[in-house]
């Protein structure tokens, strides 16, 4: 299995909304990835967990909340979203702290806050 | 701190022609860069890599990207371009940091293939 899978692919929430996003690899790989990416932008990170731990958090408001239940699996938890945290979410893992074989990226969560 | 910068917001090629799409990086240390493409509403793709050795680097779907450290640069070519090849196309380069290496986007090439 060499794919990292995001669910659900689309999410439309209320701003009152509480929701989570599911990543799961199943590579071995020990560090995992959230990325943000709006249109026509680059990819903005936004949480590094490293075997498991949180390393980075790239000051990131607390409305996003990330866990790493088992190094296979990363969520993200969101609550009290705004409109502008509209956004592609994208998940990645690469293999511990290196960077050899890059990052594998999942086809993220298209995230819409009404 | 690392950066990347790709001169080219958009680019339009004809099919069946070649393809070069520039990138330069800032970093004080050997880099780690890379080339991804990313389709509409997808994730990205790795189309190749480069650490060390030959600094001619070929990767998926017939791209290759050449290594320049004088130039501080690692553009991406092909020689043929396919009308499939239509994506956003990303450099990046690795840094490491707080004990993990991590990923630095250039703002993106965005290519267009005519008929």
């Known amino acids: 299995d060499t794919e990292v899978t995001q669910t659900p692919k689309h999410l439309v929430m209320g701003m009152t909304n509480k929701k989570s996003l599911k990543c799961e690899q199943h590579m071995g790989h020990r560090a995992m990835y959230w990325y943000k990416q709006k249109a026509k932008k680059p990819p903005e990170l936004m949480f590094v967990?490293?075997?498991?731990?949180?390393?980075i958090n790239e000051s990131v408001p607390s409305r996003f909340s990330p866990e790493c239940p088992n190094s296979s699996l990363l969520n993200l938890h969101l609550h009290a979203l705004q409109p502008e945290d509209s956004a592609l979410y994208l998940c990645?893992?690469?293999?511990?702290?290196?960077?050899?074989?890059?990052?594998?990226f999942g086809s993220g969560t298209r995230l819409t806050v009404v | 701190a690392q950066s990347v910068t790709q001169p080219d917001i958009h680019i339009t090629v004809s099919e069946g022609a070649s393809l070069e799409l520039r990138c330069n990086y800032s970093?004080?240390?050997?880099?780690?860069l890379f080339w991804y493409v990313q389709s509409p509403g997808q994730g990205l793709q790795l189309l190749l890599k480069?650490?060390?050795?030959?600094?001619l680097v070929q990767g998926i779907k017939g791209f290759e990207a050449e290594f320049k450290r004088s130039q501080s640069s690692f553009n991406l070519r092909k020689p043929s371009v396919h009308w499939s090849d239509a994506a956003e196309y990303f450099c990046a380069v690795g840094a490491l940091r707080a004990g993990s290496y991590q990923l630095t986007f250039g703002k993106g090439t965005k290519l267009s293939v005519i008929p």
């Open positions: 970093y004080g240390a050997t880099p780690y």
């Open positions: 990645a893992s690469s293999q511990g702290r290196g960077i050899r074989h890059g990052y594998t």
């Open positions: 967990y490293s075997y498991e731990k949180l390393s």
């Open positions: 480069y650490f060390s050795g030959d600094t």
